[in-house]
C-alpha cells in the first residue's frame, strides 16, 4: 500500500479547502476595514472581528446619542437629525387630577429624544387648553388630536372592565391620522411606539426601537402580576413564545408599551386597527398586531430581551377627601 | 482492473484539485475588489458616518453660539442642591430614572441621593453613573425602630429623615472644606423620588434669599395646598389638614438658600416630631412666616404635584416563587 500517495492525496484534498475558508473568512473583514481606514481620522481604530465590530457599532451610536444629549441642558428638544428616523410616539390620555402631573413628566422624558413626534390623543369632546398650552410650552413636535370615547364604552368608576379596553378609539384615531398624513404605501421612515402617560420610559428605549424593520419587542416591568413579561427569544435571536403567566397563549402576549410598529407597515396595511369589540381582556395588542406581522418577523430588542428598559407604573389616585362637596380649594387654579 | 481504477481515482483528484484551485484564484480576486456581499453591514457605515457629520456640525454650531456668548459673561447661576432620599422597593429605579430625566433640563443642579441602606447598592450606583447629571451619592440607614414595616400604613413613622439630614450634613461638610464666597452661593431643596416637577418650579427657586414658599399639588387631601398672600407676604396657609401647624406645607413646597443652612449648623429634621410637623420642626428655627419668600407667581400656580406610585401588583410573581419558578432575578428591574 503507497502510504506516502495516501497522504498526499489527503493532503491535496484538505489543503484547498482550509484556504478557501481562510481567505473568505478575510474577506468579510476586509470591506470594512477598508472603510474604517477614513474613520481611522477620527482618532478610532478598529481590527477586531466582525462580532466586536457590530458591538462598537452600536456603542458608537449610543456614544453619539449620549454626547448629544449631556451638552443639551435646556428644556429643548435635540436638534432635528436628518439621518435618525422619527419615532412618533401615540399617547392616549384623559382628564383626571394627576393628568398635568404625568403629561409633565412625560414630557421631560421626551424632551430628551432626538427627532420624535408626539401625537397626543385627548378623550374629551374637545381640545382642553390645559394640554393645549402644555404642548406649546414643551416645544416638542407634536400632534394634538380628540376624539370623544361614547359613553356607553366608557370604564365605570374605577373596575377595570376587560370588554372596554382604554384608550383604544383615540389609538386608532392616531393611526388614522398617520395614514391620511403619509399616504397609503408611502415610504417614509419612521417608527411608531404607544406611550401611555403614566408609565416609565428610559432614554435607551428610544433608541432601541428605532432600528425596527416591522415590529419590535422588549420586556416591560409590572405586568401580569409579574416584576416583568417578556418575550422568549431563542439561540438563534428568535421569538418563539411569551415568559408571562396570564394567557401566555395569546397570539401576541405583550403589554402595550411593549413592542414599535415601522411606520411602513402601518402605511402598507390600512386596515389594521385596534379591535374595539368583543375583545378579551389581554388580547388588544393582539388584535392590531396579528393583522401586521407574524411571530417569527418579531425583532427581539434590549439585549435579546434581557434588559428592562420600561416600567408599567401606575399612579395612586390622589385622595381628595378635604375638598368635600363644594370644593375648599380655588377651581380657577389649573393642576 | 487495478491500474485502470488507480488511473480514474487518479483523474477524480486532479479534476478535484483543479477545481479547488480555481475556485481560490477566483476567491482572491474577490479580495481585491470591493466586495458587494458584505452590504448588511455597509448602510450601517454609511449611517454612522453621516450621524457623526451631524454631531460635528452641531457642536460647530453650540460652539459658535457659545462664542458669541462671551462678552456678556454673566454670574455663574446659584447651583440647586437637590436631596433625594430614596428606598429600595420595586418602582426605584423606574422612580429615580424619570427624575433624573427632569434633572438633566435644570441647569447647575447637584443631586444628593442618599439611600435607606447600610451601603451603597449598584442599582443606584449605576443609574447615577449613566444619568449624565453632577451627582452625591450617599447612604444613611434607618433605624429599626423608626422604619415603617410591612402591612404599615405609609403615614405611621415619618420618612426620610435620617436621609435628609445626612444630605445636610454632607453639604455643610463640603461647603466648610472649600471656603470662598462663591461656594455660598445655592439653593437646598428636598426632593422626593415619587414627585412631579416641573421645569419652571427650579428657576423660581434659584432666587431665593432665605426660605421661599410655593403651592404644591394634590396633597393634604385637596387639589393642592398653598400659602396665601397679602401684600407680598405670606399670611397663613390654606390647607385642610391641621393649618394651625407652624409651617404647615409639604417637603415639596419650600427651598432654602444655601447661606442659611450653612449658619444654622444645628438644624435638621426631628424625626420625633408629631405627625405633619416634620416640615415644622426644621423650618422653626430657621425662618418666621413673615420672612418667607412667595414664588410661582404669589402662590398662585401649582408648579410641582405630590403624586404617588401605585404598588405594583405581584400576586403571581410571589406565586411563581413558592414553586421556585420565579423571574429571573439577574433582570434588575
Same mark, same amino acid.
Given at each position: 500500500?503507497?502510504?506516502?500517495?495516501?497522504?498526499?492525496?489527503?493532503?491535496?484534498?484538505?489543503?484547498?479547502?482550509?484556504?478557501?475558508?481562510?481567505?473568505?473568512?478575510?474577506?468579510?473583514?476586509?470591506?470594512?476595514?477598508?472603510?474604517?481606514?477614513?474613520?481611522?481620522?477620527?482618532?478610532?481604530?478598529?481590527?477586531?472581528?466582525?462580532?466586536?465590530?457590530?458591538?462598537?457599532?452600536?456603542?458608537?451610536?449610543?456614544?453619539?446619542?449620549?454626547?448629544?444629549?449631556?451638552?443639551?441642558?435646556?428644556?429643548?428638544p435635540?436638534?432635528?437629525?436628518?439621518?435618525?428616523?422619527t419615532i412618533h410616539v401615540i399617547t392616549p390620555t384623559?382628564?383626571?387630577?394627576?393628568?398635568?402631573?404625568e403629561l409633565t413628566?412625560l414630557t421631560n422624558t421626551l424632551l430628551h429624544v432626538p427627532n420624535l413626534h408626539w401625537l397626543l390623543v385627548e378623550?374629551?369632546?374637545?381640545?382642553?387648553?390645559?394640554v393645549g398650552?402644555l404642548l406649546h410650552e414643551t416645544g416638542l413636535n407634536y400632534t394634538h388630536l380628540?376624539?370623544?370615547? #361614547?359613553?356607553?364604552?366608557?370604564?365605570?368608576?374605577?373596575?377595570?372592565?376587560?370588554?372596554? #379596553?382604554?384608550?383604544?378609539?383615540q389609538?386608532?384615531?392616531a393611526?388614522?391620522w398617520l395614514?391620511?398624513?403619509?399616504?397609503?404605501?408611502?415610504?417614509?421612515?419612521g417608527i411608531v411606539y404607544f406611550a401611555d402617560d403614566?408609565?416609565?420610559y428610559?432614554?435607551?428605549?428610544f433608541?432601541?426601537?428605532?432600528?425596527?424593520?416591522?415590529?419590535?419587542?422588549? #420586556?416591560?416591568?409590572?405586568?401580569?402580576?409579574?416584576?416583568?413579561?417578556?418575550?422568549?427569544?431563542?439561540?438563534?435571536?428568535?421569538?418563539?413564545?411569551?415568559?408571562?403567566?396570564?394567557?401566555?397563549?395569546?397570539?401576541?402576549?405583550?403589554?402595550?408599551?411593549?413592542?414599535?410598529?415601522?411606520?411602513?407597515?402601518?402605511?402598507?396595511?390600512?386596515?389594521?386597527?385596534?379591535?374595539?369589540?368583543?375583545?378579551?381582556?389581554?388580547?388588544?395588542?393582539?388584535?392590531?398586531?396579528?393583522?401586521?406581522?407574524?411571530?417569527?418577523?418579531?425583532?427581539?430588542?434590549?439585549?435579546?430581551?434581557?434588559?428592562?428598559?420600561?416600567?408599567?407604573?401606575?399612579?395612586?389616585?390622589?385622595?381628595?377627601?378635604?375638598?368635600?362637596?363644594?370644593?375648599?380649594?380655588?377651581?380657577?387654579?389649573?393642576? | 482492473?487495478?491500474?485502470?481504477?488507480?488511473?480514474?481515482?487518479?483523474?477524480?483528484?486532479?479534476?478535484?484539485?483543479?477545481?479547488?484551485?480555481?475556485?481560490?484564484?477566483?476567491?482572491?480576486?474577490?479580495?481585491?475588489?470591493?466586495?458587494?456581499?458584505?452590504?448588511? *453591514?455597509?448602510?450601517?457605515?454609511?449611517?454612522? =458616518?453621516?450621524?457623526?457629520?451631524?454631531?460635528?456640525?452641531?457642536?460647530?454650531?453650540?460652539?459658535?453660539?457659545?462664542?458669541?456668548?462671551?462678552?456678556?459673561?454673566?454670574?455663574?447661576?446659584?447651583?440647586?442642591?437637590?436631596?433625594?432620599?430614596?428606598?429600595?422597593? +420595586?418602582?426605584?429605579?423606574?422612580?429615580?430614572?424619570?427624575?433624573?430625566?427632569?434633572? +438633566? $433640563?435644570?441647569?447647575?443642579?447637584?443631586?444628593?441621593?442618599?439611600?435607606?441602606?447600610?451601603?451603597?447598592?449598584?442599582?443606584?450606583?449605576?443609574?447615577?453613573?449613566? =444619568?449624565?447629571?453632577?451627582?452625591? $451619592?450617599?447612604?444613611?440607614?434607618?433605624?429599626?425602630?423608626?422604619?415603617?414595616?410591612?402591612? *404599615?400604613?405609609? /403615614?405611621?413613622?415619618?420618612?426620610?429623615?435620617?436621609?435628609?439630614?445626612?444630605?445636610?450634613? /454632607?453639604?455643610?461638610?463640603?461647603?466648610?472644606?472649600?471656603?470662598?464666597?462663591?461656594?455660598?452661593?445655592?439653593?437646598?431643596?428636598?426632593? *422626593?423620588?415619587?414627585?412631579?416637577?416641573?421645569?419652571?418650579?427650579?428657576?423660581?427657586?434659584?432666587?431665593?434669599?432665605?426660605?421661599?414658599?410655593?403651592?404644591?399639588?394634590?396633597?393634604?387631601?385637596?387639589?393642592?395646598?398653598?400659602?396665601?398672600?397679602?401684600?407680598?407676604?405670606?399670611?397663613?396657609?390654606?390647607?385642610? /389638614?391641621?393649618? =394651625?401647624?407652624?409651617?404647615?406645607? *409639604?417637603?415639596?413646597?419650600?427651598? +432654602?438658600?444655601?447661606?442659611?443652612? +450653612?449658619?444654622?449648623?444645628?438644624?435638621?429634621?426631628?424625626?420625633?416630631?408629631?405627625?405633619?410637623?416634620?416640615?415644622?420642626?426644621?423650618?422653626?428655627?430657621?425662618?418666621?412666616?413673615?420672612?418667607?419668600?412667595?414664588?410661582?407667581?404669589?402662590?398662585?400656580?401649582?408648579?410641582?404635584?405630590?403624586?404617588?406610585?401605585?404598588?405594583?401588583?405581584?400576586?403571581?410573581?410571589?406565586?411563581?416563587?413558592?414553586?421556585?419558578?420565579?423571574?429571573?432575578?439577574?433582570?434588575?428591574?
Amino acid at each position: 500500500m503507497p502510504k506516502r500517495r495516501d497522504i498526499v492525496a489527503i493532503v491535496l484534498i484538505v489543503l484547498p479547502w482550509t484556504l478557501l475558508i481562510t481567505v473568505w473568512h478575510q474577506s468579510a473583514i476586509t470591506p470594512l476595514l477598508a472603510t474604517q481606514k477614513d474613520d481611522r481620522r477620527d482618532g478610532r481604530s478598529n481590527s477586531r472581528n466582525t462580532f466586536a465590530l457590530k458591538e462598537s457599532c452600536s456603542l458608537q451610536n449610543r456614544d453619539i446619542v449620549e454626547v448629544v444629549r449631556t451638552e443639551y441642558v435646556y428644556s429643548r428638544p435635540p436638534p432635528w437629525s436628518d439621518v435618525l428616523p422619527t419615532i412618533h410616539v401615540i399617547t392616549p390620555t384623559y382628564s383626571r387630577p394627576v393628568q398635568k402631573a404625568e403629561l409633565t413628566r412625560l414630557t421631560n422624558t421626551l424632551l430628551h429624544v432626538p427627532n420624535l413626534h408626539w401625537l397626543l390623543v385627548e378623550d374629551s369632546q374637545r381640545r382642553t387648553t390645559l394640554v393645549g398650552r402644555l404642548l406649546h410650552e414643551t416645544g416638542l413636535n407634536y400632534t394634538h388630536l380628540n376624539v370623544e370615547t #361614547p359613553r356607553n364604552y366608557k370604564v365605570r368608576g374605577d373596575t377595570r372592565d376587560p370588554r372596554i #379596553p382604554r384608550g383604544t378609539i383615540q389609538r386608532n384615531l392616531a393611526l388614522r391620522w398617520l395614514r391620511e398624513t403619509f399616504g397609503v404605501n408611502s415610504s417614509q421612515s419612521g417608527i411608531v411606539y404607544f406611550a401611555d402617560d403614566d408609565n416609565t420610559y428610559s432614554l435607551e428605549l428610544f433608541e432601541e426601537m428605532r432600528s425596527t424593520k416591522k415590529v419590535s419587542v422588549w #420586556p416591560v416591568a409590572f405586568v401580569g402580576g409579574l416584576r416583568y413579561e417578556s418575550p422568549k427569544v431563542n439561540t438563534l435571536g428568535k421569538v418563539y413564545g411569551w415568559k408571562t403567566v396570564f394567557d401566555p397563549h395569546r397570539p401576541f402576549a405583550i403589554d402595550m408599551a411593549g413592542f414599535a410598529v415601522n411606520l411602513r407597515l402601518i402605511l402598507a396595511k390600512p386596515q389594521a386597527y385596534f379591535k374595539l369589540r368583543g375583545v378579551k381582556g389581554g388580547y388588544q395588542e393582539s388584535s392590531l398586531l396579528r393583522e401586521l406581522v407574524t411571530l417569527s418577523d418579531l425583532e427581539p430588542k434590549a439585549a435579546n430581551c434581557t434588559k428592562v428598559l420600561v416600567w408599567h407604573t401606575r399612579t395612586e389616585k390622589p385622595v381628595l377627601i378635604n375638598e368635600g362637596k363644594k370644593g375648599f380649594t380655588d377651581s380657577n387654579v389649573e393642576i | 482492473m487495478a491500474t485502470r481504477m488507480k488511473l480514474k481515482l487518479k483523474t477524480v483528484f486532479v479534476l478535484y484539485f483543479m477545481v479547488s484551485l480555481m475556485g481560490l484564484v477566483y476567491a482572491l480576486m474577490q479580495l481585491g475588489q470591493r466586495c458587494d456581499c458584505a452590504e448588511h *453591514d455597509m448602510p450601517k457605515d454609511r449611517t454612522i =458616518s453621516r450621524l457623526r457629520g451631524e454631531l460635528h456640525r452641531f457642536q460647530e454650531q453650540i460652539r459658535k453660539s457659545e462664542a458669541t456668548k462671551q462678552p456678556q459673561k454673566q454670574p455663574a447661576k446659584p447651583t440647586i442642591f437637590v436631596i433625594t432620599p430614596t428606598y429600595a422597593r +420595586l418602582v426605584q429605579k423606574a422612580e429615580l430614572t424619570r427624575l433624573s430625566h427632569t434633572f +438633566l $433640563h435644570v441647569p447647575q443642579l447637584h443631586w444628593i441621593v442618599v439611600e435607606d441602606s447600610p451601603h451603597k447598592t449598584p442599582l443606584v450606583s449605576d443609574l447615577l453613573l449613566k =444619568s449624565g447629571l453632577t451627582y452625591t $451619592h450617599l447612604h444613611m440607614p434607618t433605624a429599626k425602630d423608626r422604619k415603617l414595616q410591612e402591612g *404599615d400604613p405609609s /403615614w405611621l413613622k415619618p420618612r426620610g429623615v435620617e436621609q435628609r439630614n445626612e444630605g445636610l450634613r /454632607w453639604l455643610r461638610e463640603d461647603r466648610r472644606a472649600q471656603p470662598g464666597g462663591d461656594n455660598q452661593q445655592g439653593v437646598v431643596y428636598f426632593a *422626593d423620588d415619587d414627585n412631579t416637577y416641573s421645569l419652571q418650579i427650579f428657576e423660581e427657586m434659584r432666587s431665593t434669599q432665605r426660605v421661599s414658599v410655593w403651592p404644591v399639588g394634590l396633597v393634604g387631601g385637596m387639589k393642592y395646598e398653598r400659602p396665601v398672600i397679602e401684600g407680598g407676604k405670606v399670611v397663613r396657609f390654606h390647607t385642610g /389638614w391641621r393649618p =394651625s401647624r407652624p409651617f404647615p406645607m *409639604d417637603m415639596a413646597g419650600f427651598a +432654602l438658600s444655601l447661606k442659611l443652612v +450653612l449658619a444654622n449648623p444645628e438644624s435638621c429634621f426631628d424625626g420625633d416630631a408629631p405627625m405633619g410637623f416634620l416640615e415644622s420642626s426644621f423650618l422653626q428655627g430657621l425662618v418666621t412666616m413673615d420672612e418667607l419668600e412667595p414664588k410661582a407667581d404669589n402662590c398662585s400656580k401649582v408648579l410641582v404635584w405630590h403624586t404617588r406610585t401605585e404598588k405594583p401588583k405581584m400576586k403571581r410573581e410571589e406565586a411563581l416563587q413558592a414553586q421556585g419558578l420565579g423571574s429571573d432575578r439577574a433582570v434588575e428591574v
